[in-house]
């Protein structure tokens, strides 16, 4: 994939940043600059820090050292609510809906904050009279099927397939710059993987900046322009899919002895 994204200024930048929780070190001297329009890759083993890396940019924990920027302004420290008020928003790997609420009410809620009010909400869609409508406009884009009951069942009825939608929903309904999405694919079958890749192209196309943890490499390589690798809290490697991939670091920190063609398929 050779998308041309811009290079000037980043968009999300992380210096130096560290996170120690009690004796364990989550995360390490992690820099990182992500720029307006990439879908970037973040891949390393289980417990290497990528959630980790997800709650520090998104202000839900609080750096041991380091700083983040987002379009050049100091966020360090900044509350969860205030980040995602400026456009950079999260899914959260361990769904987070209103259970109890129709899906539809889930998009009631950030569709009455702030920032929904200062944008118009998804697509900057007017005045945000009819709340209710634009809720189901927006899960008609993610892929509830508009005519059915689906946006009127209550979420904790909801397949697992839905309720990762739902979570990116949640995100779209503020109109957000910034989408980081934690872990989307896992608990999905292969069609409904197969069926969000084009989601993600759509969103990017949208002109949303992207940053994908995930574990599923294969479609995550048909949709990423650059990959960071993540070993122990540490970057081990970033570069372009192919770089990455050839990469014999990480051949042997992430993917032990295993072939890459069968980490591609089976990952
Ligand atoms: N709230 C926490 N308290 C204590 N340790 C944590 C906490 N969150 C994460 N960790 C630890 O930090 C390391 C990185 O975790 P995490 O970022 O969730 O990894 P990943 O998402 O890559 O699997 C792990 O060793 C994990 O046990
Ligand atoms: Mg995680």
């Known amino acids: 994939?050779?998308?041309?994204?811009?290079?000037?200024?980043?968009?999300?930048?992380?210096?130096?940043?560290?996170?120690?929780?009690?004796?364990?070190?989550?995360?390490?001297?992690?820099?990182?600059?992500?720029?307006?329009?990439?879908?970037?890759?973040?891949?390393?083993?289980?417990?290497?820090?990528?959630?980790?890396?997800?709650?520090?940019?998104?202000?839900?924990?609080?750096?041991?050292?380091?700083?983040?920027?987002?379009?050049?302004?100091?966020?360090?420290?900044k509350k969860a609510h205030k980040i995602a008020d400026m456009g950079v928003t999260r899914t959260f790997q361990v769904m987070r809906p209103y259970y109890s609420l129709p899906a539809f009410k889930n998009l009631v809620i950030p569709l009455f904050s702030p920032r929904a009010k200062r944008t118009g909400g998804w697509r900057g869609g007017g005045t945000l009279g009819d709340r209710k409508t634009i809720a189901i406009d927006i899960l008609e884009e993610i892929g509830f099927e508009?005519?059915?009951?689906?946006?009127?069942?209550?979420?904790?009825?909801?397949?697992?397939?839905?309720?990762?939608?739902?979570?990116?929903?949640?995100?779209?309904?503020?109109?957000?710059?910034?989408?980081?999405?934690?872990?989307?694919?896992?608990?999905?079958?292969?069609?409904?993987?197969?069926?969000?890749?084009?989601?993600?192209?759509r969103l990017q196309d949208d002109g949303i900046t992207i940053v994908m943890i995930e574990h599923r490499l294969r479609e995550l390589f048909q949709v990423a322009n650059r990959i960071m690798v993540l070993n122990f809290g540490e970057k081990l490697v970033e570069g372009v899919p192919d770089e990455v991939m050839a990469d014999e670091r990480v051949k042997e920190a992430y993917f032990g002895s295993e072939k890459m063609e069968e980490v591609m398929i089976y990952a």
């Not at 999300?12 to 890759?41: H, P």
């Not at 979570?167 to 896992?186: G, N, T, W």
């Open 146 to 201: 508009r005519d059915s009951y689906i946006p009127f069942k209550t979420t904790s009825t909801l397949p697992t397939g839905y309720l990762k939608r739902l979570e990116l929903a949640r995100c779209l309904a503020l109109q957000p710059e910034v989408i980081i999405c934690d872990e989307i694919f896992s608990g999905l079958s292969m069609s409904e993987i197969a069926s969000m890749v084009p989601l993600i192209e």
């Open 1 to 77: 994939m050779s998308k041309q994204t811009r290079q000037d200024q980043p968009i999300l930048r992380m210096e130096n940043v560290s996170k120690v929780f009690g004796g364990v070190t989550a995360l390490k001297n992690v820099n990182l600059d992500v720029f307006e329009g990439d879908v970037l890759g973040i891949i390393g083993p289980n417990g290497s820090g990528k959630t980790t890396i997800v709650n520090s940019i998104t202000g839900f924990i609080t750096l041991t050292s380091g700083r983040i920027y987002f379009r050049g302004k100091d966020i360090t420290g």
